[in-house]
Structures are given as structure tokens and as C-alpha cells.
């Protein structure tokens, strides 16, 4: 049976890193983008990291495209938007499609852990409902990543304890993350 420790990812300049790295430490893995309604959780990201960081956090920041083309640009494009942009110090893994055929195994993995349970109360939650019943009128049925930021919370000892999707308020998430510190 497969672990949270027992992928082998690849990172934003081609080296492949394994998920046992992370051993000992809470994880946050988050599908992200640079041009999406949401890119702006990269400040709260940070903030998080650099808080956390020194006491065993770790967050595995995998860019995917696959929602609207809202992450374009090289890997390399990325990440100097992030740096200059967020001022993020957290790694940036390869973008990665996270749902599909092409699918990274860790999101395979992570989406049969925890599956997709509601999008919470509020307009953004309404706005992401209404466009995804749209496109998928089944898309609450299947564990699909349905857009960018979503988040997977894993705890010290590779257990996925909690998926975030990307309309749950980040204060949510930093309280999560620290209750396992």
C-alpha cells in the first residue's frame, strides 16, 4: 500500500525529489497558479511558511495549468513571478496536471485520502458551484481537484488529514497547519 512518503516528484529545474524527504514535518500540497482569482493566496502562503517554517512546516508547491491556462509560462517564468511578486522562499515544484490521464501519482493518492466535500458557505463558494455545475453538473461525485489552491494538509506522520478547497478562508488553513505544529 502506497504512502504519502513513496512519490518521486520532479522540481522546477528537472531534479526529482522523493516525498520521504518530508518525513517529520506538516505538509501543505497545493495546485497553484499565477494568473487566477486565487494567486493571491500566495501571501498568506508565505506568511505561513516563514512563521512555520523553523518549526517543521513544508509546503509542496506544484503549479498546474490545467484550470482555464491560468499557470502559462516555463517553470522557470514561475517561479521568478512568485519570487518577485509573493516573495516566496518555499520551493516550486515542475507544473504538473493533477487530474486526468497525465496526472501526477501523488494527486491520485492524496484525491483517494481525501475526497471533494463542498466548496463552504459565501460568494466565492456560490461562484465556483455555479461554474463547475456548468461545465462537469456531476462534479460534486468525484474526487477531482476542481481548481487552483486547492490544498491537501498532511501531518507529521503522512496521514492526509484535511483537503482545503481553494474558497476556504486561508485563517482556516493557518489554524489547521498550526494545530498539528
Request: include cysteine; charge should be negative.
Amino acid at each position: 500500500m502506497m504512502t504519502f512518503y513513496d512519490f518521486i516528484l520532479k522540481d522546477g529545474d528537472g531534479f526529482y525529489i522523493s516525498t520521504s524527504s518530508y518525513k517529520g514535518n506538516v505538509v501543505l500540497v497545493v495546485n497553484t497558479a499565477t494568473e487566477c482569482g486565487f494567486t493571491p493566496q500566495y501571501k498568506e502562503l508565505q506568511a505561513m511558511y516563514r512563521d512555520f517554517h523553523d518549526r517543521g512546516f513544508e509546503i509542496i508547491d506544484i503549479p498546474s495549468n490545467q484550470f482555464k491556462g491560468q499557470a502559462p509560462g516555463t517553470n522557470k517564468e514561475i517561479q521568478q513571478f512568485c519570487e518577485l511578486t509573493y516573495h516566496t522562499e518555499f520551493p516550486q515544484l515542475a507544473k504538473s496536471d493533477v487530474n486526468g490521464a497525465q496526472e501526477l501519482p501523488l494527486y491520485t493518492f492524496l484525491k483517494q485520502q481525501k475526497g471533494f466535500k463542498g466548496f463552504g458557505i459565501g460568494p466565492k463558494s456560490l461562484a465556483m458551484a455555479g461554474l463547475l455545475k456548468m461545465q462537469d453538473p456531476n462534479y460534486k461525485n468525484n474526487a477531482d481537484i476542481k481548481w487552483n489552491f486547492t490544498k491537501f494538509l498532511v501531518d507529521r506522520e503522512g496521514n492526509v488529514v484535511e483537503r482545503f478547497e481553494p474558497t476556504i478562508p486561508m485563517d482556516k488553513v493557518r489554524d489547521a497547519v498550526e494545530a498539528l505544529l
